[in-house]
């Protein structure tokens, strides 16, 4: 079965992204195809919008408009559902969003014609419980970032891995990624690069107060289980660095490899590597070098 209907998120915030949109939509019903505007974008443009859900029942392909954090909403959006993605990168700097607005109407050709490769990249799901029996879950594609926020201590992060203790981080905060988000805030706070086609997960701890405290790579098997202990108010949890929960001390943040994957359509110029190398500024090829 073809593609006959494209689901479209933008960051509708930027003038220049809602024109884009608009014209997305018109080549895509030149093509005959269905247009389903995420319901941000579709204000803007006076037209009907789409729910997640809903979104993803209908759309055979998902064209994100903006930079990697339209993506990465597109994704939670998107869970539920096996729905490639194709991001387009219309903001200054974007690892997921790997085709160029010159390149947008080129690789949807392609699609269309069947010809593209997908990526299946793992997320986490999330969940807090706490004392009172409130409870919080969120899925992420990137990183789960627990940290101290506008508080002046350092908090305390007894962390257990499969039901085994690991250690209490006394830090800033700690960083739980996916290998795709291990070139996000985790790459920051020095972290290693991790290729995304390896299913792990990434422990890094923000500004340790012990320095011993070094990033662990978990297999995606593990089971985290992360429990909040400072004195202050309590510390910030932030999910793809979108969306925040307070928590409190005592509460308790599960983390597990989730059963749901986003499919993201790479880019067939560039494969990862020339992607990191772009990204990071690396040097060029040995060839292009002078050797003595």
Known sequence: MGIRAIGVVGN?????????????????????????????????????????????????LVVTMGGDGTLL???????????????????????????????????LESVLAGDYRTESRMMLDVSVRDERGESFECCVLNDVVINRGNYSRLVDLETH???????????????????????????????PIVLPVLNTILLNPICPHTLTNRPVILPDKALLKVMLWTREAGAIMSCDGQVTYNLKPGDVIDVRKSDCVTNLIVSPRRDYLQILRSKLGWGGSPTSTNRT
């Open 12 to 60: 509708a915030n930027k003038g220049h992204v809602v024109d884009n949109i608009a014209g997305l939509s018109e080549w895509a019903r030149g093509k005959g195809l269905e247009v389903l505007l995420e319901k941000e974008a579709a204000v803007k443009l006076g037209a009907r919008g789409y729910h997640g859900d809903e979104l993803g029942s209908r759309a055979d």
């Open 73 to 107: 909403q597109a994704a939670r959006i998107m869970r539920r559902s096996s729905v490639p993605i194709l991001g387009v990168n219309m903001g200054t700097f974007g690892y997921l969003t790997v085709i160029n607005l010159n390149e947008m109407f080129d690789a």
């Open 161 to 191: 891995v499969d039901g085994h203790y690991l250690t209490t981080y006394r830090a800033d905060g700690l960083i739980i990624s996916t290998p795709t988000g291990s070139t996000a805030y985790s790459l920051s706070a020095g972290g």
